[in-house]
């Protein structure tokens, strides 16, 4: 099995940054995609952004220019630093990865639990 654990979110002003980092930990062969969707109360999970194992990376529109994704492939983590952060920010943010347990295996899906980030206007 594979686990990803989330750390990071809070509460923070308009303006504001955070950080936001997710280490998956198990049964892990390799990694494709690795990144970070997020839902809003009432709406639907949306992908904010996304890293590739070979570091090639995409943004959400809304979120391109504040936001920055990385990953260490060595240490299976990924992480979001996310500046001048505004109120339509506000969401739990989730982070997913792309999984190969064993060589020549589908990649599976895995999601972390999620973690809050609030910005106040």
């Known amino acids: 099995q594979v686990q990803l654990v989330e750390s990071g979110g809070d509460l923070v002003q308009a303006g504001g940054s955070l950080r936001l980092s997710c280490a998956a930990s198990?049964?892990?062969?390799?990694?494709?995609?690795m990144g970070w969707y997020r839902q809003a109360p009432g709406k639907q999970r949306d992908l904010v952004a996304g890293?590739?194992?070979?570091?090639?990376?995409r943004y959400e529109d809304s979120v391109k220019g504040r936001f920055t994704i990385s990953r260490d492939n060595a240490k299976n983590t990924v992480s979001l630093q996310m500046n001048s952060l505004k109120p339509e920010d506000t969401a739990v943010y989730y982070c997913?990865?792309?999984?190969?347990?064993?060589?020549?295996?589908?990649?599976?899906?895995?999601w972390g639990q999620g973690t809050q980030v609030t910005v106040s206007s």
């Open positions: 890293i590739t194992a070979a570091g090639t990376t």
């Open positions: 997913y990865a792309y999984v190969v347990e064993t060589s020549g295996r589908i990649p599976g899906r895995y």
């Open positions: 198990g049964v892990i062969f390799s990694i494709n995609s």
